[in-house]
């Protein structure tokens, strides 16, 4: 199972950029999708979700900027994000579960990317 993201980079606040992962390895279309953020000395936090009927999920502070998709036939996942403000910087995790459960924003999941780096700047 390997999951890569890309995508990621430095941005001015009140900017965007769109991650997106690709995954392999495994029945893409029957996974629970999720973006995970870490910013510098804090806990893996959830950030959002995709299931596999393509209901989704997200953080509060997210809600309204954040978009979270899926492509089944490319077995990627993508977050557009905008509006981006400084708190929004850390390393962007992409993880994938089989287990629906874990859209409500579950810390065990079964396989996680390497991270890409976000970084805003004031």
């Known amino acids: 199972v390997q999951l890569v993201e890309s995508g990621g980079g430095l941005v001015q606040a009140g900017g965007s950029l769109r991650l997106s992962c690709v995954g392999s390895?495994?029945?893409?279309?029957?996974?629970?999708m999720g973006w995970y953020s870490q910013a510098p000395g804090k806990q893996r936090e959830f950030v959002a979700a995709i299931g596999s009927d393509g209901s989704t999920n997200y953080k509060d502070s997210v809600k309204g900027r954040f978009t979270i998709a899926r492509d089944n036939a490319k077995q990627t996942v993508s977050l557009q994000m905008n509006s981006l403000n400084p708190e929004d910087t850390g390393v962007y995790y992409c993880?994938?579960?089989?287990?629906?459960?874990?859209?409500?924003?579950?810390?065990?999941?079964?396989?996680w990317g390497q991270g890409t780096q976000v970084t805003v700047s004031s």
């Open positions: 390895g495994f029945t893409f279309s029957r996974y629970v």
């Open positions: 993880a994938a579960d089989p287990w629906k459960g874990v859209i409500t924003g579950a810390s065990h999941w079964d396989y």
